[in-house]
């Protein structure tokens, strides 16, 4: 079946550190894949995504690549600062219309 | 345009009450989205509509719960007899579907909160 694994959380750094937040999946067919984040006391928000193999979406100094041979999307960012922390979710749309949502990481990056 | 709106922001009931939420998706975005948000967890997807028609529910949606979307614009999740383990934060999205069937970007509510007493 369809499935989504992410790392856990939480996640602790100091500014300008690297981060990296992995993701996995399983799929029968080749999801659109999709990272939200949740700043604190606010909605979902779209991060980035990508539709198909090896497309790389990026926004706000992060990064996820299409991964279709080791069916990852892993978040990625250069030097994180004190206004990334917040609570990020790895979701793919598996064809049937519907986000599957992971865990959550929760990021705290410290000055 | 505002965005995805969602009423009442919080709601706070007793074990047995009915509720009912409202969303307002963003105009003109034909497809709408209910999710459960509990505790430390990831959103779970409940239902969804495009127009009017209820296209699909998931197994959480116990026969307690019930959505409409009447005119295809505002939809509606009632809850009736609530139970304790309803409470969690209920999330609406609305996506526009292109012409060539990519799936779009799911813009997000601020959700309403439930505790159920």
């Known amino acids: 079946g369809n499935s989504v694994t992410q790392m856990e959380g939480p996640v602790t750094l100091s500014e300008e550190a690297f981060l990296t937040i992995n993701c996995t999946y399983t799929?029968?067919?080749?999801?659109?894949l999709f990272w939200y984040v949740q700043y604190p006391g606010e909605g979902l928000q779209l991060l980035l995504k990508a539709t198909k193999a090896d497309d790389k979406g990026s926004n706000k100094g992060f990064e996820a690549t299409y991964r279709k041979e080791t069916t990852s999307f892993h978040l990625e960012k250069g030097s994180v600062q004190v206004s990334d922390s917040a609570v990020y979710f790895c979701?793919?749309?598996?064809?049937?219309?519907?986000?599957?949502f992971g865990t959550g990481t929760r990021l705290t990056i410290i000055p | 345009d505002t965005g995805v709106s969602q009423d009442p922001r919080h709601k706070i009931t007793k074990r047995g009450q009915n509720v009912t939420f409202r969303c307002d998706p963003i105009?003109?975005?034909?497809?709408l989205y209910w999710y459960r948000q509990t505790l430390g967890q990831g959103p779970e997807f409940l239902t969804y509509?495009?127009?009017?028609?209820?296209?699909?529910k998931s197994r959480l949606l116990s026969n307690r719960f019930s959505a409409e979307r009447p005119k295809g614009s505002f939809s509606t999740l009632e809850i009736q007899r609530t139970e304790q383990g309803d409470s969690a934060m209920y999330l609406c999205?609305?996506?526009?579907?292109?012409?060539?069937?990519?799936?779009?970007?799911?813009?997000f509510g601020p959700g309403t909160r439930l505790t159920v007493l």
């Open positions: 979701a793919p749309n598996f064809g049937n219309e519907k986000l599957t």
């Open positions: 509509f495009q127009n009017e028609a209820q296209l699909e």
């Open positions: 105009s003109e975005h034909n497809r």
């Open positions: 999205a609305s996506s526009e579907r292109t012409s060539g069937g990519a799936y779009n970007e799911q813009f």
């Open positions: 799929a029968t067919g080749y999801p659109s």
